[in-house]
Nanobody
Framework: QVRLEESGGGLVQAGGSLRLSCAAS????????MGWFRQAPGQEREFVAA???????HYADSVKGRFTISRDNAKNTVYLQMNSLKPEDTAVYYC?????????????????????WGQGTQVTVSS
């Protein structure tokens, strides 16, 4: 059974840092695009970051320079290091996996292209 499980969320003060982890199981995800999305109360889910199988990364403008996505294929785990956190970063953060099957298009911010999703982890940033 394929499963993605997030961890590392919590409560942090503005300016602080958190590292989210997403442990994948059930198959090898080393050739997938791994992404992070978030959903704040009353808002639609939005793209945060994605990392292709070849290390190419893409970030939403709102987190560029503050967040870093990485992966450890040996552990089938993807991470999201979040620094300089702001109250507007408060949301439930979701990990997702997309097999794009292309050597050219290796990442996508489009949530419709993601096949597997985790249950989410809450991140709350206090001012």
């Amino acid at each position: 059974q394929v499963r993605l499980e997030e961890s590392g969320g919590g409560l942090v003060q503005a300016g602080g840092s958190l590292r989210l982890s997403c442990a994948a199981s059930g198959r090898d995800f080393s050739n997938d695009c791994m992404g992070w999305f978030r959903q704040a109360p009353g808002q639609e889910r939005e793209f945060v970051a994605a990392l292709g199988w070849n290390g190419v990364a893409h970030y939403a403008d709102s987190v560029k320079g503050r967040f870093t996505i990485s992966r450890d294929n040996a552990k089938n785990t993807v991470y999201l290091q979040m620094n300089s956190l702001k109250p507007e970063d408060t949301a439930v953060y979701y990990c997702a996996a997309a097999y794009l099957g292309s050597s050219i298009v290796v990442i996508t911010p489009n949530e419709d292209e993601y096949d597997y999703w985790g249950q989410g982890t809450q991140v709350t940033v206090s001012s």
